[in-house]
């Protein structure tokens, strides 16, 4: 029992531990690696591997730079956080006392740098760190003195990312991870970007003891969102049509503590309507597959589904995913419970078709949206918002049509996120050259009652 108390206020803490899934931003950005931190998981930089066994313990948000030492690759905890302001002020300063220069006179014959790659192997050997190799690189350099404050913080900037790469580990949660997928693997999550996301929350009203229900084909991000900002009170029903549950793959990405993983269940629709909201469509599926018998197969078909690790498809790496059921206690029974993703019981179930959903969520960009609405829509309770995602419009024009001529929503929009990031820097502030245009739409309304 003390194990257990220990793991779940590491859990709501700000430092990591073993077992705990992490965000490594490696180079500001260049590249963005998913780890499960343990004494035996490695990080390929380059063509040296790195411990991540110096990670544990410590607080997000923390950098660490690449070093070699004696013994080999290891990454040091670094404070270059505080040293890239010092150099900001130093470089805001230095714009107004320096006299104009400019890099016209500048000819890139790589005849101007005189430190040699046998000098840097043998400081290497020696066991000079990585900022001191920057420092005599920029020492041996004919023209860094000549080149304008942007060129030389560029120059530093190139160098620190060869010779002294830093990893930032970042804490992950909704945003962060879907800022990571859409940026390196977008058609796993359906191309959705992070504004789009928080609208979708929020259209839907996901709030605190709501009862959500989620038809989520994007890798598990929206059952997460939704899980993470309800903080461990009411539910998240992860439901799907037929057989087979749909992957919750990133779902194990968000650290969720027992009580979190205790509040998301899966269930598929069939199980959801009474006999008499049964559509058509449903009613073949379930002779074909046969569910009445899927309450004891579903369980293994969750099981399965979550033993897809993110490293096998993606270039995302998911160090030791096999080890997330570690930190349960052995041999205790209740520990199975804690999984997300598990079977919704019957008495869960049985309040949902007599209470309603309190929202609706979709996410499906391979099924025919219209035919989700209409089979979803009766298990919402009156009032109740929902909110549909799609990377197209045409589906979502579809939908609120059809919603329209059968008077079962009011309040119907297609609202289509717009992003614009900026470059914040001195005297270089401006928006940056290469965005995302696109974020896709989503169609929002609520839910009237059916009169006939």
């Given at each position: 029992?003390?194990?257990?108390?220990?793991?779940?206020?590491?859990?709501?803490?700000?430092?990591?531990?073993?077992?705990?899934?992490?965000?490594?931003?490696?180079?500001?950005?260049?590249?963005?690696?998913?780890?499960?931190?343990?004494?035996?998981?490695?990080?390929?930089?380059?063509?040296?591997n790195y411990s991540l066994q110096p990670l544990i313990g410590c607080a997000f948000g923390s950098i660490f730079q690449a070093e070699s030492g004696p013994q080999g690759p290891f990454l040091s905890h670094s404070l270059s956080s505080v040293q890239d302001?010092?150099?900001?002020?130093?470089?805001?300063?230095?714009?107004?006392?320096?006299?104009?220069?400019?890099?016209r006179a500048l000819i890139d014959n790589n005849t101007a740098q005189s430190l040699t790659g046998d000098d840097i192997e043998a400081m290497r050997r020696e066991g000079a760190?990585?900022?001191?190799?920057?420092?005599?690189?920029?020492?041996?350099?004919a023209t860094f003195e000549t080149k304008t404050s942007f060129s030389q913080e560029k120059y530093r900037l190139k160098k620190q990312k060869k010779y002294a790469p830093k990893v930032l580990m970042r804490r992950p949660v909704a945003r962060s991870i879907c800022e990571a997928y859409f940026k390196k693997y977008p058609t796993k999550i359906g191309f959705l970007r992070v504004d789009t996301l928080a609208l979708l929350l929020s259209l839907a009203n996901v709030s605190s003891s709501s009862d959500v229900l989620v038809v989520d084909m994007?890798?598990?991000?929206?059952?997460?969102?939704?899980?993470?900002?309800?903080?461990?009170?009411?539910?998240?029903?992860?439901?799907y049509i037929g057989k087979s549950p749909h992957s919750m793959d990133i779902v194990r990405i968000f650290n969720f503590?027992?009580?979190?993983?205790?509040?998301?269940?899966?269930?598929?629709?069939?199980?959801?309507?009474?006999?008499?909201?049964?559509?058509?469509?449903?009613?073949?599926?379930?002779?074909v597959c046969n569910l009445e018998s899927q309450s004891n197969e579903q369980i293994c078909a969750s099981v399965s589904m979550e033993k897809i690790s993110l490293s096998s498809e993606n270039g995302i790496s998911d160090?030791?995913?096999?080890?997330?059921?570690?930190?349960?206690?052995?041999?205790?029974?209740?520990?199975?419970?804690?999984?997300?993703?598990?079977?919704?019981?019957?008495?869960?179930?049985?309040?949902?078709?007599?209470?309603?959903?309190?929202?609706l969520i979709i996410a499906a960009p391979e099924s025919d949206t219209w035919t989700l609405v209409k089979d979803l829509l009766p298990v919402l309770s009156n009032s109740a918002p929902f909110a549909i995602y799609h990377q197209y419009l045409q589906p979502l024009a579809t939908c609120m049509h059809n919603l329209q001529l059968g008077n079962m929503a009011i309040g119907l929009q297609?609202?289509?996120?717009?992003?614009?990031?900026?470059?914040?820097?001195?005297?270089?502030?401006?928006p940056c050259m290469q965005m995302s245009a696109?974020?896709?739409?989503i169609l929002s309304g609520t839910k009237i009652c059916d009169n006939s």
């Open positions: 029992m003390s194990e257990n108390n220990e793991i779940s206020k590491n859990i709501n803490g700000r430092t990591t531990w073993e077992g705990c899934s992490v965000l490594l931003d490696i180079n500001d950005g260049d590249r963005l690696v998913f780890a499960r931190l343990s004494n035996a998981a490695k990080l390929k930089i380059g063509n040296k302001d010092d150099k900001t002020e130093e470089l805001k300063e230095g714009q107004v006392n320096d006299e104009p220069r400019d890099n760190r990585g900022n001191e190799i920057i420092e005599a690189l920029i020492a041996n350099s994007v890798g598990g991000l929206i059952t997460g969102a939704v899980a993470e900002r309800l903080g461990g009170t009411g539910f998240v029903c992860n439901s503590s027992d009580e979190i993983c205790k509040r998301i269940l899966r269930s598929p629709i069939l199980d959801l309507l009474s006999q008499k909201e049964l559509p058509e469509q449903v009613l073949e599926h379930a002779d160090l030791g995913a096999e080890n997330t059921e570690n930190t349960n206690i052995p041999g205790k029974r209740v520990s199975k419970a804690a999984k997300a993703g598990e079977k919704a019981p019957p008495e869960v179930i049985e309040s949902w078709k007599e209470n309603g959903f309190s929202s297609i609202s289509e996120p717009w992003l614009r990031e900026y470059q914040v820097l001195p005297s270089r502030t401006h696109f974020g896709g739409y």
